[in-house]
C-alpha cells in the first residue's frame, strides 16, 4: 500500500498561471481533505470531501476549485496563482469523517513568483 | 471561531531531559489528537484523547486531556533526538463526522 501520494512535489509558478495538484489514496477511505501549511499558522483546510461526489469549503477556499474524480482521487486548481498561494500543500484521507485518523500525502511544495 | 493555542512555540533541549507541551483552547472539544511531522513528510497521528481526564501512554510520551477537554499536554520523558520534529495538536468539535481544526505547532529540537 502506498497510502497517500501526491503530484508534483515540487513547483515553481508565475503570477497567473494555473495549475493543478493531484492525490490519490489506494486505502478505501470515503473522506479526503486538502490542507496548506505556512510558517506559524499551522494547518489550515482548503476544501474537504466527505465522498465521492461531495466537497465542502474549509477554512481558506478563496482562490482554489477541488475535483473528487473517484473515490481514490482528489485533485486541488490553482485558477490563476498568487504570491499568496506559496505554501506547502497537504492532502490527506480518514475512513469515515475528520475525527477519524487522518492519513497524509508528503506534501506538494509550492512557491509562487 | 474555535482556536487550539499551542506553547512552547519553540524548544531545544538536551537529549535525556524530560520535556511538556501544552495545547489549550477555551472550547470544549468531542476528542483531540497529537500529531508529529518530521522535515519533508505530513504530518502523523500518535494518540487521539476522547474522555476528559484520560491519559494515554505511547512509551515514553504520556498524553492527558483536560477534565473539561479544553486542553491537553504531551510530556516526553528522557528525550532523544529521533524524538525531533514538530508536534501539532488538532481538536475535534461537532463529533467525529464534525470539524478539526490545528494548533500552529511546537518544534522540539532535541540535541544529542
Known amino acids: 500500500n502506498a497510502g497517500v501520494t501526491q503530484t508534483p512535489k515540487f513547483q515553481v509558478l508565475k503570477t497567473g498561471q494555473s495549475m493543478t495538484l493531484q492525490c490519490a489514496q489506494d486505502m478505501n477511505h470515503n473522506s479526503m481533505y486538502w490542507y496548506r501549511q505556512d510558517p506559524g499558522m499551522g494547518l489550515r483546510l482548503i476544501y474537504y470531501s466527505a465522498s465521492e461526489g461531495t466537497t465542502d469549503k474549509g477554512e481558506v477556499p478563496n482562490g482554489y476549485n477541488v475535483s473528487r474524480l473517484n473515490k481514490r482521487e482528489f485533485s486541488l486548481r490553482l485558477e490563476s496563482a498568487a504570491p499568496s498561494q506559496t505554501s506547502v500543500y497537504f492532502c490527506?484521507?480518514?475512513?469515515?469523517?475528520?475525527?477519524?485518523?487522518?492519513?497524509f500525502g508528503p506534501g506538494t511544495r509550492l512557491t509562487v513568483l | 471561531t474555535q482556536l487550539l493555542e499551542q506553547s512552547p512555540q519553540f524548544l531545544s533541549i538536551q537529549e535525556g531531559e524530560n520535556l511538556t507541551v501544552y495545547c489549550n483552547s477555551s472550547?470544549?472539544?468531542?476528542?483531540l489528537q497529537w500529531y508529529r511531522q518530521e522535515p519533508g513528510e505530513g504530518p502523523v497521528l500518535l494518540v487521539t484523547?476522547?474522555?476528559?481526564?484520560e491519559v494515554k501512554k505511547l512509551k515514553r510520551l504520556t498524553f492527558q486531556f483536560g477534565d473539561a477537554r479544553k486542553d491537553s499536554s504531551l510530556h516526553i520523558t528522557a528525550a532523544q533526538p529521533g524524538d525531533t520534529g514538530l508536534y501539532l495538536c488538532?481538536?475535534?468539535?461537532?463529533?467525529?463526522?464534525?470539524?478539526?481544526?490545528f494548533g500552529k505547532g511546537t518544534k522540539l529540537s532535541v540535541k544529542p
Open positions: 488538532a481538536g475535534i468539535y461537532g463529533g467525529s463526522q464534525g470539524n478539526l481544526i
Open positions: 490527506a484521507s480518514s475512513p469515515g469523517g475528520p475525527g477519524d485518523t487522518q492519513y
Open positions: 484523547v476522547v474522555t476528559g481526564g
Open positions: 472550547s470544549v472539544f468531542s476528542s
